[in-house]
């Protein structure tokens, strides 16, 4: 086969002719539909190799953790290659030992290619094309990913979309939202407007946004008013830390730090490397939660729209984003945080010269707004007839194809696996096709170490502990001399079949002030033939517990020759007893100011169960404290009010008698005035009359003074109560245990605090 720069070699179809895809046909995005084991990632794998042998680099999603088989492309096709990537266990379900599995393996792959025309050489040139990069978010065992600078502000081409700046802004929200475990509604959830107002605050003003930002930005917004509503109606400063005191203890959690770790979420990066190499960025999110692999699949979305917002529009193929398995992540009816940036992803992408392609078991995972986006379907084989009914119903009235939909029924009843039937909207009629054989050796999932070995790649100068052993040959279990061995055996069953194991054991001394604690560590290295050795910290068993020979029907894998070498044994524990020196270390926790620290052998459960009733016990003594001092003020005011109380009284029936008084008076003299001839004097006493009357209103006066007064106590009794009320909350809160700032102090050994080692060799069952 000719290699073609703008084809896709993708397979072969019934008569035996190439099926080759023009690549640029990918911007209109595809599907792949199909039940388990059908051959979809076969097929996504075939469409990734075609693109990085164009050039063209690739960013991958892989829920399930198979797609770091790309990294697996053996030119030679030899045994040797092979053999560090069959698995023991599946070997001996088949009666092989490895060798004759990795033998089998090796010579499979070999003539598969070449069934399909396909040399050393391609496997050779796609090695080279790029550089393959499994990234593992928040894990340590690929690359990481840094999500720090995810909710930087988007480009000024987005700023000046609104349309596409509220979807970001609202994925954003729910991602962040749903790290803690709330599944926002956007339209009416408090929370996400909150997170929302916040984030577009940021943007309008040119600010990055970080997660730190948000969760201070929520006690203290940048902004009074939300909508119509004052910010204190809307969401009152009390909720508003509960909220942000949830977010805090996730990203202040010792684990979260692992989101910080590694390359930066830029996409740039995962498409060119630094010598602008096309690179195969594979996101494994197999060992997240499913919550923070919603979080990092809406980030990674979100981050591409920004990115792609900010290049200029191309025609051809610019980029391949492949997600393996779209299971939940943009299904109709229902609003992930991942729905929104992926049907923006399908509208838009194409502009830009981004293909996605997405794979799924059933056509009702991806949301009807996404299936129209599509522009190629690969359809394999389907398991139920409703499955295909569903699929049916969209293909039938194809321009060009002769089928009725009967026939297309029993078409894909009778598809076999890695046989797809292939509708392009840019091309008639339909196709049916075999996948071709992927130059990649497809293994299946991949376990964490195998992944630290394969981003090693080109082989760095070994570490110590991750020497890779040149040794071919095997030495048999019999006549070892210079190492102990012991046999574990978990279960009892027929049959067993054991791997072999390198293990140290050594006694180790965590010393500080106010500690000396004496511990057992264990760490273990799998030594078979041709492959590196590792080490893996585990729980200490003591070897009374392992048998000292093998049972009968015992069946073992080939060890690795050095153990017969004294010299390469001290080697190896010396490189242990480095290895349990970095990795051991005993972690206290403490309060400092409350004077509490856990001990050694203490769990966290057992240390908060202390931790709680010191809490309560210094929140007690403060209540006390609090409670004293607003008795005092109480007690003032309660003698404040009886005094009033009684001045009230007094002033009452003062200014009651008067006015009677002088009601009394006024009355004779008015009357006396219209009797008697002397006017004169009437008036005159009359006018004296009317003085005493003012007199007696101000004695009433005086009342209402003191009823003033009065009101002015009690307000200030009812404020002091309230107040008092909010600080015993405020204290509650503050000796919370989910408030208590516990400190967390690492112990770690010396060289000199190890000791006692032994080193032997542990045959147990996979
Ligand atoms: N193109 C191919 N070349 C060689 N082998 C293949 C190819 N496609 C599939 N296979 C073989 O078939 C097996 C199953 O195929 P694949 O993993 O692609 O199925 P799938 O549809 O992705 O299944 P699932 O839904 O369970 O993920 C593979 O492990 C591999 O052994
Ligand atoms: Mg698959």
Partial sequence: M??????????????????????????????????TGSGKTGLGIGLIEEAALDNIPSIIIDPKGDMGNLLLAFPSCSKEEFLPWIDSQEAANKNQSVEEAAKETAQNWKKGLSDWGEGKERVEALKNSARFTIYTPAASFGVGVNILSSFNVPPQEILNDSDTLNMLI?????????????????LSSKEHILISS???HFYKNNKNAGLEEIIS???????????????ETFFPKERRMDFAMRLNAIIASPSFSSWLEGDDMDIDGFLLDKDKKPKVSIFNISHLSDNERMFFVTLLLNNLISWMRSKEGSSSLRALIYMDEIFGFFPPNVNPPSKLPMLTLLKQARAFGLGVVLSTQNPVDLDYKGLSNIGTWFIGRLQTAQDRERVISGLSGVQGSNLDKQSLVNLLSSLKKRHFLLKNINEEGLRVFQ??????YLKGPLSREQIRLLNQTPAPAPEPSQEFLNTNQAVS????STIPQYYFYKQSKPNYHLSPYLVCTAKVRFVNKNIDEENSAQASALILVNKPVSWQAEEYISQESFEKSARDKSSFDDIASFVDEPKKINAFKKDAVDFIMRTQKLTLFS?????????PKESKEEFNIRLEAALEKAYEQKYEKLKEKYDKIQRSLDDKFSKLRLKLEKEKSEAQNKTMDTLATIGTSILGALFTKSRVGAISKTASSVKNASRALKERGDVQRVEQEIALVEREAKETESEFQTQIKKLKEEFSLTNALV????ITPRKTDIYDEKIFILWREA
Wanted: hydrophobic share 40%; net charge negative.
């Fill in 477 to 480: 279990r019999k006549f070892i």
């Fill in 198 to 200: 916040i984030l577009t």
């Fill in 170 to 186: 609202s994925s954003s929200a729910t991602s962040i939202l749903s790290l803690v475990g709330i599944n926002a509604d956007p």
């Fill in 591 to 599: 309060i400092p100011w409350l004077k509490i620290e856990s001990k």
């Fill in 743 to 746: 400190e967390e102090i690492v």
């Fill in 2 to 35: 000719e290699e073609s720069v703008k084809l896709f070699y993708l397979g072969r179809d019934e008569s035996g002719a190439d099926i080759l895809y023009k690549n640029r046909d990918l911007t209109t995005h595809a599907l792949i539909i199909g039940m």
């Fill in 435 to 440: 996948t071709r054989w992927t130059l990649s």
């Fill in 217 to 231: 930005s929520i006690v203290t917004p940048p902004f009074d008013k939300v909508g119509i509503f004052s910010l």
